[in-house]
């Protein structure tokens, strides 16, 4: 990585000076890998015939993966790369810094996390990126000190100064004046203090668990009568807003101080008759990835509640601290925390930049993305002669093709469920459940049919990652209303997304369908980009009934038509198409392969692709997080070009094309190409038939792949240029601002006709 970007970045001097930081474009490079070990074959289970790929390596060099946790880096590098961009409006700028933080702390809860842990117990084992554990645990530690080094300083040095002229401030204590300065000490008077537990440490009192991901002020005190020194632990209530707004709130202008620094200007009432000698902030991420021991005789509900618990006990993997912290102070949380140095990461105050995320929402929409509301898909919009939307009838007409956000969610996936919930004439209903919300219409709409005397089951993800909790909670609420809740399958994540709804009609039973690339959630589905289809197609519905019965009950040797399934045949699925198109390209040399995946680290699937790309097919590549394949590596991925895009909406679905000489097969679900998605989930991928959806596919493809739009490119160094103005100088368009331009046209052009 360079650090070529002021003497502050190289010194590690407090970033808040006047003069603004140069951020650079930040590339993270993958050291050089030595022998890939071979794939060990994975356990089957009793419902899913996990696959042995075989050996799809022939005579591929050793270095040709990239390393996936460098590559997570270099992901959340972009995103910074976006609060760094002046382009960006400001309080977006904001929400990419808080994004940015987020995702870190994920990172290191679980994949640090659950990197130290293997090395612990003996059980890593060298990368196929070729690393040894331990240096990839030394990459991690040197790439994330240096990105959290320049995160503060974009923050410091770029954000906060343009958010003061704007007369969005963040201040500190001193910066207020008498009549501020009161108004917040009333404040933590009435509000802040009764919720404070102080926590002393001497002989009596050990040293307190340090909660994960809680900010927290170490505290040094002097007893005036002896002298004696002693140290305290204030933990900042997490259920306080974190930014207080100071003064009179306007429409144009706020003054925002974080709590911690109210905290430390009472601290004499917190220990009256002390001297407050210093005081500093620090923070702790802990592991927080759990491990449940599935068993087919335990409940596995009762198992996760029981890991949860021990999830807050998880030992240390970040300890973050404000940079002037006292070195006896450091030494002290270093030890008793058990961290390493390397773990240690000198920060400017304020800590813990998720709080932006205030900032970011804030009402000034000049400074926000252009506001942006969903629409109702043309093919499920009401016509003239209609009093209310029948979406049951739209898709009996025609299979619909969703992509939300543009196309709205509540108008469609969520009125097609609700529909279903109170037709008289649908008998069941069945849905995959992964994240969504407690609130979620969805959830109600279920609890209703049940109500209603309809069959309704519920296959219930309740391990989906940091959403345990909740979905534990609404699970209960299902069964309790008389809803058939599975709780997923011993071994396996369910992660595919699935609703069917079986419908007695004049002509017989007939079974509505949709299967997407994204959650069910309402509130998310503002935010990610995912693809979506309905159909009442006879061959789709008896694909679903299969997988269903797999997922509620025994049927091992379920075959599908029009679906691919994890973890029994989707791997070896999609290399077969791959050398299918290996084979066309060979013969008339009309051949091309195009994915849209959130992550590529599968090795069977990658070594497919460099073999495609040997044979000269063309390979395109959309990729929105890690990448372990080395594109444009002659002899090995020449014909292979791999791009990122990133917005304001986050690029979730996936999809499979294939150029078929004129007759393209193209897949869309939900798995991405990595070990998890293919081996240790149920996943599930849908071929789209229609011509119109394939064209859109291929519309859509091509505008990821186009020059006219920005992106980041990868190169076969492992390095990622970003591609954000043309030869010339000028900006290039976003692409998501462009698809919203080209959905609203579509629309339009929907209603003339």
Known sequence: MSTAATTDLASGDDLAGDEPVIVPEISIASSSPTDNPRLQPRASNGRFVKQDFGDLAGELPADRYLDREISWLQFNERVLQLAADESVPLLERARYLAIFASNLDEFFMVRVAGLKRRIATGIAVRSASGLEPREVLEQIAEVSHELMDLHAAVFHQQVRPALEVEGISIVEWDDLDEDEQAEMTDLFTTQIFPVLTPLAVDPAHPFPYISGLSLNLAVLLTNPKTGKE??????????????????????????????????????????????????????????????????????????????????????????????????????????????????????????????????????????????FLARTHPDLAPTESAKARDILAAVRKQDVLLQHPYDSFSTSVQAFIEQAAADPNVLAIKQTLYRTSGDSPIIDALIDAAAAGKQVLAVVEIKARFDEENNISWARKLEQSGVHVVYGIVGLKTHCKLALVVRQEADGLVRYCHIGTGNYNPKTARLYEDLGLLTVDPEVGE??????????????????????????????????????????????????????????VDEGVIDALYRASQAGVPVQLWVRGICALRPGVPGLSETIEVRSVLGRFLEHSRIFAFGGGGEPVVYIGSADMMHRNLDRRVEALVRLTDQRHLADVDNLMALGASDDYAHWRLGPDGRWTRVATTDDGEPLEDLQAALIAMHEKRRRKARRR
């Open 230 to 371: 002693h140290f305290a632990r204030v933990k900042v209530p997490p259920l306080l807003p974190r930014l207080l707004q100071v003064g009179d709130d306007t429409p144009y202008a706020a003054r925002l101080l974080p709590i911690e620094a109210v905290i430390a200007a009472h601290l004499d009432q917190l220990f009256p008759g002390m001297d407050i000698a210093e005081h500093f902030t620090f923070r702790v991420t802990r592991n927080e990835d759990l491990e449940v021991e599935e068993d087919d005789a335990e409940n596995l509900l009762t198992a996760l509640e029981r890991e949860l618990t021990r999830r807050r006990f998880g030992p240390p993997v970040r300890l973050e601290v404000e940079r002037d912290m006292d070195d006896h102070v450091l030494s002290m949380l270093v030890r008793e925390l058990g961290v390493a140095g390397s773990e240690v990461y000198h920060l400017p105050r304020p800590l813990d930049l998720r709080g932006l995320d205030v900032v970011a929402d804030l009402a000034r929409s000049e400074l926000q993305f252009d506001r």
């Open 543 to 600: 694909d679903l009934t299969r997988l269903f019965n797999q997922l509620s009950g025994w049927a091992p040797r379920s075959r599908f038509k029009r679906l691919m399934v994890a973890p029994r045949s989707l791997r070896s699925g999609l290399v077969d198409l791959i050398d299918q198109e290996i084979a066309r390209h060979e013969e008339s040399g009309d051949g091309s392969i195009a994915f849209k995946v959130n992550s590529i």
